[in-house]
């Protein structure tokens, strides 16, 4: 939305839930919209030259027992490109590729090549896991928006910078970065934009501690005490304790509210629960991909308990059955969607 001198004063949105459209007025506009950054700059500006070089990152998971190390591991592919193996829980995932991307930064997949060039490098550091594409069981794929060079250069080269860019309209868009950086990055950016937040109280507020850090850490009594209660088997118990921290009480509150015949999965619909009510997930697919390890870091994708979990989660959100089927398979296409590369190394084959 643009006034009389065509001045940037907000936006009009639409809100995917509910199809409703209204308008956000504002003083400052800040496009912060990674590999978007250059379609939201175009809505203001369509002659606006592009900043960005979009670049592909892949990374594969294995189980554990197939890759059992103990710490980040530092791996090359054949063209001298770093790569890491880390152990996370019962997995160890291993990546990530850099490999440039033209077109629309919603068309992120994995392909053959993407793993073909990650398991090689995982089996010539470690030649006695003999690891092979048979051991994935799963992965996921994103795009960095690093800045365009001046002159070309190999992705992996390419700068990991990040800059602000002033439009006329007063537009700000950001682009570059790394996610790594994104709390020094989100100081930096809201310091140059308002610069009455450059205090100490307001440093204070972006460096508290973040959701589950607050509060007495689970320790191995707590643990104990929740097998006992709740079930469920001591590593599972480990592996919620690292993701939720001192909020683990919260989610074993909601445990204690479901009833499974399956301990874990009691847990997990404890899990979807928690979600639901502290964490914002409005879809299935929020709680599967994006608020627990289910589908990038269990052997079976969270698949079979998809059902169970749309019926917790339907009861919360007033999911009609219809919306619990399209939930449902929403899900399930995520998960294919993560081995459409197995087809296309079969159609090779």
């Not at 683990?248 to 479901?258: F, P, T």
């Amino acid at each position: 939305r643009k006034d009389s001198r065509g001045r940037i004063v907000g936006a009009t949105v639409r809100d995917e839930l509910t199809g409703d459209t209204f308008d956000v007025r504002a003083d400052r506009v800040l496009a912060a919209a990674g590999p978007w950054a250059d379609a939201v700059r175009q809505l203001d500006d369509p002659g606006a030259p592009t900043l960005l070089r979009l670049t592909k990152g892949v990374h594969l998971v294995v189980p554990h027992d197939r890759l059992p190390i103990r710490h980040a591991v530092v791996m090359r592919g054949r063209d001298g490109r770093m790569m890491f193996a880390v152990p996370s829980g019962n997995c160890t995932y291993i990546g990530t590729t850099d490999t440039d991307h033209h077109g629309d930064p919603a068309a992120y997949s994995i392909t053959r090549w993407d793993v073909e060039y990650v398991v090689d490098a995982a089996r010539r550091l470690f030649p006695e896991a003999a690891l092979t594409t048979d051991d994935i069981i799963a992965g996921w794929s994103g795009f960095r928006p690093l800045l365009k060079p001046a002159k070309e250069a190999d992705p992996s080269a390419t700068t990991r910078d990040y800059k602000l860019f002033h439009s006329p309209s007063g537009l700000v868009t950001v682009a570059g970065g790394k996610l790594t950086a994104f709390r020094a990055m989100a100081s930096h950016i809201v310091d140059d934009l308002f610069p009455a937040t450059r205090s100490a109280a307001h440093l204070a507020a972006s460096t508290a501690p973040l959701p589950g850090a607050q509060g007495k850490l689970p320790d191995g009594g707590l643990k104990r005490q929740l097998a006992a209660e709740v079930g469920g088997a001591e590593r599972l118990i480990d592996l919620l304790a690292d993701r939720y921290g001192a909020a683990l009480a919260q989610v074993a509150a909601e445990a204690r509210e479901v009833a499974a015949p399956d301990p874990e999965l009691r847990w997990r619909l404890a899990q979807a629960r928690y979600a639901v009510k502290a964490e914002m997930a409005m879809h299935l697919v929020d709680v599967v991909r994006r608020r627990t390890d289910l589908m990038l870091f269990t052997a079976h994708n969270g698949r079979p308990w998809l059902p169970a979990l749309a019926g917790e989660m339907g009861a919360l959100l007033g999911w009609s059955e219809a919306q619990k089927q399209a939930e449902i398979a929403a899900a399930e296409q995520e998960i294919d969607g993560m081995f459409a590369w197995r087809q296309e190394a079969a159609a090779g084959a």
